[in-house]
């Protein structure tokens, strides 16, 4: 079984800064891609951000310049600094992780999401 906690959401003005966590834990072997992805009210879920086993990167265009994916692979932690946040950026934060287990074989798992709101 493998569990996503995020944690690091809140509240924040328009102008700030916040830095998202999340902490696979269970019996993986490695994980290969991780990322972010957020969901506003009536809206899909949309990828944020993206980081493969060897450090490459995706953003969303609307993130660009302003947030930044990294992970710490010995931890199976991922993270996302936010800068400069604005009130559209306002959503439900998930953790996505595409786990390799010892047999090889791959599965992604969703974390529960933490609630990120930015007041104008």
């Known amino acids: 079984q493998v569990q996503l906690v995020e944690s690091g959401g809140g509240l924040v003005q328009a102008g700030g800064s916040l830095r998202l966590s999340c902490v696979a834990s269970g019996s993986i072997f490695s994980i290969n891609a991780m990322g972010w992805y957020r969901q506003a009210p009536g809206k899909q879920r949309d990828l944020v951000a993206r980081i493969d086993s060897g450090g490459s990167t995706n953003y969303a265009d609307s993130v660009k310049g302003r947030f930044t994916i990294s992970r710490d692979n010995a931890k199976n932690t991922v993270y996302l600094q936010m800068n400069s946040l604005k009130p559209e950026d306002t959503a439900h934060y998930y953790c996505?992780?595409?786990?390799?287990?010892?047999?090889?074989?791959?599965?992604?798992?969703w974390g529960q999401g933490t609630q990120v709101t930015v007041s104008s």
């Open positions: 996505r992780a595409w786990v390799i287990f010892t047999d090889r074989t791959v599965y992604n798992y």
